[in-house]
């Protein structure tokens, strides 16, 4: 009986990693390619008008990317340290 | 539909409106030749230079001015095109519409010259250029409208329905006032739903119709014609001023006693208008304390939720609004009239 839930959680910690990575990873992902978007098309229009706004609006658009590192990071710590 | 695009170039072109100091540096200049010049600092710079090379004085600051505005709502459209706010700007330009084929009815009704109608025109519409002009070349009312119903411009379907009335009494009224109707019925009909958009526009066309009511109304009264036929020009779909508050203030012997008919309604501020707004025979005050309501509540959609089609249509409101106070600087001006009458004159909003 023991052996039996032993060799459970072994199994389940296989899976269980990269998942929660990957999860992790790529919700992080889908959020900066949803407010880069909206950024994008306000930026874009932003700039068609006022081209003088292209350093501030560059800036803007890249804001959302530290979601994605986080949730790399996020991902490498459940990686390495789990 | 995503107005974040649209939107942000909106709001651009609006940063670019004039602010309070330009209009302070036109207001301070002494005659037209040096607001032309001021002008050439301001947005206006590419239509003032064209107006120059056609027009002097006055007629190329008319000129200028309405190229501007043309331009500015073609780019609009351009910008909508093919999404669901085309729909919603549509409606708006489509005022253009009503307002051309009234000014060569009327111009046409008085002999007025081809050229004299034409400077009066905004093509800002569905109506174009082109069409315009071959709707001048016609001979008389008739002409038009047949033209109109030819090119199966939607507009000729009222206008053929009144036009035997018209040559009975041959009051350019009831053409007017059956373009007026088509025209709202259409607008509140393409806004039916019950989308936050389509709340926004069928509230703003509400309140035009509301204002067309009232105007029409203390016209009624200042001409002192009967309440009976008055009552033919009533437009319905207005959002306070239903049938029994229209024959209430037709029925009133001065434009201060239908106004103490608003009670209730968002229109109650004329009530609180100076006496010198409700002299005999004028309405011109009140007239423009109308025009200037419908402005702001047009202008105040530009601040509300910045992914709607508020952003839009406000900016389109505020450009009118620029635009009509340069043009009454420029004509003051013109006129020599003294500032603080100018200051009087113009759309404070």
């Known amino acids: 009986m023991a052996d039996a839930a032993t060799a459970t959680e072994i199994v389940m910690a296989g899976w269980e990693k990269p998942i929660g990575a990957a999860i992790a990873f790529a919700a992080g992902a889908i959020g900066t390619a949803w407010a880069q978007n909206r950024i994008g098309a306000a930026g874009a229009g932003t700039i068609a008008e006022k081209p003088e706004t292209a350093g501030s609006i560059i800036v803007l658009e890249a804001i959302p990317e530290t979601l994605v590192i986080l949730g790399f990071v996020v991902a490498s710590m459940i990686i390495i340290m789990l | ?349």
């Not at chain 2, 709502?73 to 009234?102: C, H, M, P």
């Not at chain 2, 509301?210 to 309440?227: A, F, G, H, P, S």
């Open chain 2, 1 to 349: 539909m995503d107005y974040g695009y649209v939107n942000a170039r909106v709001r651009g072109m609006h940063s670019v409106l004039l602010d309070k100091k330009s209009y302070d540096t036109l207001l301070i200049r002494q005659d037209l030749p040096s607001v032309l010049s001021e002008l050439e600092n301001t947005p206006y710079k590419r239509e003032i230079e064209e107006a120059s090379v056609i027009h002097t004085g006055i007629a190329a600051v008319d000129f200028a001015l309405r190229k501007n505005l043309i331009r500015t709502y073609q780019n609009i459209s351009d910008l909508v095109r093919g999404t669901r706010a085309e729909g919603y700007i549509r409606i708006f330009l489509s005022r253009w519409d009503v307002q051309n084929i009234k000014t060569i009815l009327r111009g046409k009704n008085i002999h007025a010259s081809h050229d004299e109608i034409f400077e009066c025109l905004v093509p800002a519409g569905v109506l174009d250029d082109a069409t315009l002009t071959e709707l001048l070349k016609q001979p008389d009312v008739r002409s038009i409208i047949d033209l109109m119903a030819t090119w199966n411009i939607p507009y000729a379907i009222p206008l053929t329905e009144s036009v035997d009335e018209w040559a009975e009494s041959r009051e350019l009224v009831t053409l007017e006032y059956a373009l007026d109707l088509f025209h709202y019925q259409n607008a509140l009909a393409a806004v039916q739903g019950r989308g936050s958009e389509n709340r926004i526009i069928r509230h703003l066309i509400r309140a035009e119709i509301d204002t067309m009511n009232i105007k029409n109304v203390l016209r009624i009264i200042r001409d002192n014609l009967e309440t009976e036929p008055a009552m033919s020009l009533f437009l319905e779909g207005g959002g306070h001023i239903d049938r029994e508050k229209f024959i209430a203030m037709a029925s009133m012997r001065s434009p201060e006693e239908a106004v103490s008919v608003l009670d209730g309604t968002p229109y109650y501020f004329l009530q609180g208008l100076p006496p010198v707004a409700y002299s005999p025979g004028t309405i011109s005050i009140i007239e423009k304390e109308l025009d200037l309501y419908l402005m702001r509540k047009g202008m105040r959609l530009f601040r509300g939720d910045p992914l709607d089609i508020g952003v839009v249509i406000g900016y389109l409101w505020a450009k009118y609004g620029e635009v009509i106070n340069l043009r009454i600087i420029a004509r003051c001006k013109y006129a020599g009239v003294s500032d603080e009458d100018l200051e009087r004159e113009l759309f404070h909003v």
